[in-house]
């Protein structure tokens, strides 16, 4: 008990989790109350989200072999809306391969729902923290790049949301 | 007595190797290190090796090492110092290599990573620090002026290399990690209470009459 008391993560976590609630809430009711979700305001870029990002990424089944999701919703600003067919490329610093490696990079579009989900090799910790990015660059809408950073390096998935701008 | 004091002696430089020693062996031993380029890992090592220079520094200073007392203490400090600025290099390059939009947002204060501005200040104020020492007599600085620049650097580098170590989710193992970090706040403050830093003292005037 001393161990996991003395490990700062458990720290981390209390605020984390903290903000998390806070996010959430504020997702759901986003989507729960759709006369409020009139104002939803699009995601702003994450500082360092385009660090080692490789344009035009190709759409994969999986990246490598796989064993990690990232998933996520993009949606409409101002009116919420989920947004179809939607490209989302995604990298990281993996167990096969540093951020700015080719392998490390693939795409996805989004369902009918706005969801996608795409399985990728075990992000690990790079720069200190264990994170993943993810960008939507396809021109119809505003560019945004995010940079979510996992709770955990044990973690095998990790959530990204977007909520587009058009230009 | 000479038993006792050799005893002694070899108890303080074993704790010194295990503090220094088992953060970096503890590190060596991380899954991480399986993932990393040759370039990242010498970069992670130098950054551990630099913290425990930083543990080092106030010990020999304080002339609390057996066998660099006065004087000897004092030059070695000097030496280490120029270790640690080293280290620093190596350890801002290495990460560099590695990732360089992750090191230029290090280093222009826009990373999203929180413990970056902690290193990158230490990392100045250690560069100012080795720069003040090596024109120190070119400049005519007395020892009063020097401690009443060196002090308030050496606390910016320990609390930042601290906080920046802690922070980081990494190849160091937690325990062995806070308690190196623990070990180095501790010595700074013992040197900085036993030297009486911040006091004007008529000795430092005695000693910078007798220089001149």
């Given at each position: 008990m001393a161990i996991v008391a003395l490990n700062r993560r458990n720290l981390l976590a209390a605020g984390g989790s903290v903000l998390a609630t806070g996010m959430l809430a504020a997702g759901t009711s986003g989507l729960l109350l759709p006369a409020r979700a009139d104002g939803l305001a699009p995601t702003e870029s994450m500082s360092g989200g385009a660090n080692n990002y490789r344009k035009g990424a190709a759409i994969v089944d999986r990246i490598g072999k796989g064993g990690f999701w990232m998933s996520g919703t993009v949606r409409r600003a101002g009116d919420g809306a989920p947004l179809a067919g939607q490209r989302i490329q995604i990298w990281a610093h993996t167990v096969e391969g540093q951020e700015h490696e080719p392998q490390s990079h693939g795409a996805t579009l989004t369902d009918k729902d706005g969801r996608f989900r795409l399985e990728m090799p075990q992000i690990i910790p790079i720069f200190g923290q264990p994170h993943g990015h993810l960008a939507y660059d396809s021109g119809e809408f505003k560019t945004v790049f995010l940079r979510p950073v996992m709770r955990s390096p044990k973690d095998t998935s990790l959530e990204a949301h977007f909520v587009l701008q058009p230009t | 007595m000479t038993g006792r004091t050799s005893a002694r002696a070899i108890l303080i430089w074993a704790v010194l190797a295990v503090a220094v020693g088992a953060p970096i062996a503890a590190a060596a031993s991380s899954e991480q290190l399986a993932w990393r380029g040759p370039v990242y890992i010498l970069a992670g090592f130098a950054g551990i090796v630099a913290l425990g220079l930083v543990l080092v520094q106030p010990l020999l200073v304080g002339g609390y090492m057996p066998g660099f007392s006065g004087y000897r203490g004092r030059r070695?400090?000097?030496?280490?110092?120029?270790?640690?600025?080293?280290?620093?290099?190596?350890?801002?390059?290495?990460?560099?290599?590695?990732?360089?939009?992750?090191?230029?947002?290090?280093?222009?204060?826009?990373?999203?990573?929180?413990?970056?501005?902690?290193?990158?200040?230490?990392?100045?104020?250690?560069?100012?620090?080795?720069?003040?020492?090596?024109?120190?007599?070119?400049?005519?600085?007395?020892?009063?002026?020097?401690?009443?620049?060196?002090?308030?650097?050496?606390?910016?580098?320990v609390a930042g290399s601290v906080v920046h170590c802690l922070l980081i989710e990494g190849t160091m193992e937690t325990i062995s990690k806070a308690a190196l970090c623990a070990l180095v706040l501790a010595a700074t403050v013992k040197v900085m209470i036993d030297l009486q830093v911040w006091r004007k003292r008529r000795a430092l005037r005695g000693e910078s009459i007798a220089r001149q």
């Open positions: - | 070695a400090h000097h030496w280490i110092g120029g270790a640690l600025a080293l280290a620093i290099v190596i350890h801002v390059a290495g990460l560099w290599i590695t990732s360089p939009p992750d090191m230029i947002d290090a280093l222009t204060f826009a990373s999203p990573t929180p413990f970056s501005p902690f290193g990158v200040i230490a990392m100045w104020a250690i560069f100012i620090v080795a720069l003040l020492a090596l024109l120190r007599r070119r400049l005519g600085l007395r020892p009063r002026t020097w401690r009443f620049l060196h002090m308030p650097l050496a606390i910016v580098i």
